[in-house]
């Protein structure tokens, strides 16, 4: 399992959703809406054969310019079954498993948490945490 591989099949995913930018790592700086993969945490061993899990924080955040108007965009994106969807982007249709291109084996949002302000670089966002679990097989790198 290749967690790079993992990170930057998800922003791709998260891409698809227009007007959105995606960052497969924390970045310095944003221009909202963006989603970005932050905190890894890794499981390993999780099967006799060998495979690992991997929970990949990733970060939602909207302007904080128009209070309203900003949470509106994050709750739209927070949203399933649309077009503003960012768990719908990144899991991909119900009943397929989602490989980011051969990354892992699947992968799913259970949940959105931490619906607040954040701050990045020198920028305050509204913002939410998509926890996103991906299994894998071990790498046959």
Known sequence: MNVLSIKKGIAANARQVKGLTAYAFCPDAIEPPTFYCGEVEIKYHQTYGG??????????????????????????????????SVVDAIEGLPGNPQSLGGACDDLVIGNA?????????????????????VIGVRSQE
């Open 51 to 84: 495979d690992a899990e991997v929970m990949v924080m990733g970060y939602l955040l909207t302007s904080h310019a128009e209070d309203e108007a900003g949470q509106a965009l994050l709750d739209q994106y927070l949203s399933v079954g649309t077009a503003k």
């Open 113 to 133: 948490t931490g619906y607040r302000t954040y701050q990045v670089g020198t920028g305050t966002f509204y913002g939410a945490k998509l926890p996103i679990t």
